[in-house]
């Protein structure tokens, strides 16, 4: 993948496949983001990837690029589905930003916490921070996602969410996001096993980082995720010798490492 110039500042990205019901909500907690974080001289825009939608998303989409003026946003429109590494891959090569926030169509950030990532990010030169998710199913509160350190464990499942910050440069040197069939959806998973194996750091920040919501019509809901594929890409020398080991660290900006 090609690495461009990007200036220093946060490209809060979404990649959406007929989230049109959903759009309305996290589109306005990444502009609560931008705001949050410009009132720390901190400069951001949205970039949204959508991903050939059939349920009005384009529609609304172009409405919304052209009436929101209180924040910079860009749509992109693919020509046919490719699925969402391919929107993200896009969405990494276009980022004006050096940071990338990346924040499902469904999903909300948690707004004034983003600039403690942004601080936590430039601190220690992760490839990822990441934080907790409140995890939220029919109205109510059911648990955390996200809430641990990058372990060993996690070449066997996926406990961290894509919903985090990352340095766009680290991940274009990575290669982005495997636009590969087999490994259906996991491609984030799949990426951040590429980045621990390669020896980059994943950083866990205590702190809120949004809200994922379950829901039954959701590609992932009751989904065994094919481990046994995307495993075997980092199944070799370096990531056997990962096992039984802590990968990543925590951090807290206030406060510093904590492991």
């Known amino acids: 993948m090609t690495q461009l110039q990007k200036a220093d500042g946060v490209t809060i990205g979404m990649a959406n496949w007929n989230h049109r019901l959903f759009l309305p909500r996290s589109l ?7 705001r949050a974080l410009a009132a720390q001289g901190v400069a951001g825009e949205v970039i949204v ?3 050939a939608s059939r349920d009005g998303s384009a529609e609304w ?3 919304a690029s052209a009436t929101l003026t209180d924040v910079a946003l860009r749509v992109a429109f693919q020509p046919e589905q490719q699925g969402p590494a391919a929107a993200r891959n896009r969405i990494l090569e276009a980022a004006r930003y050096r940071y990338v926030c990346w924040l499902d169509a469904d999903n909300e950030l948690q707004s004034d916490n983003l600039f403690l990532f ?3 990010i430039r601190a220690t030169g992760a490839a990822v ?8 199913e029919e109205g109510r509160i059911t648990g955390l996602r996200s809430n641990l350190v990058y372990r060993s464990s996690l070449f066997h499942t996926n406990e961290v969410d894509l919903c985090s910050l990352c340095d766009a440069y680290q991940l274009l040197q990575c290669g982005g996001f495997l636009a590969e069939a087999a490994i259906k959806s996991n491609e984030d998973w799949e990426l951040f096993l590429h980045l621990a194996g390669d020896g980059r ?3 866990f920040v205590p702190a809120i980082f949004g809200t994922y919501y379950v829901r039954r019509q959701s590609l992932s809901y009751g ?3 094919p481990n046994a594929v995307a495993r075997r890409m980092h199944d070799h020398g370096r990531h056997r010798s990962l096992e ?3 990968l990543g660290r925590a951090y807290h900006p206030d406060i510093g490492w904590l492991i």
């Open 49 to 51: 990837v959508d991903d």
């Open 201 to 203: 750091l994943l950083a």
């Open 61 to 63: 989409l172009a409405h």
């Open 223 to 225: 989904f065994t995720p």
């Open 244 to 246: 039984g080991r802590l």
């Open 118 to 120: 942004v601080r936590a």
């Open 129 to 136: 921070v990441y934080g907790n998710l409140i995890v939220r």
């Open 28 to 34: 306005a907690s990444a502009r609560r983001a931008l």
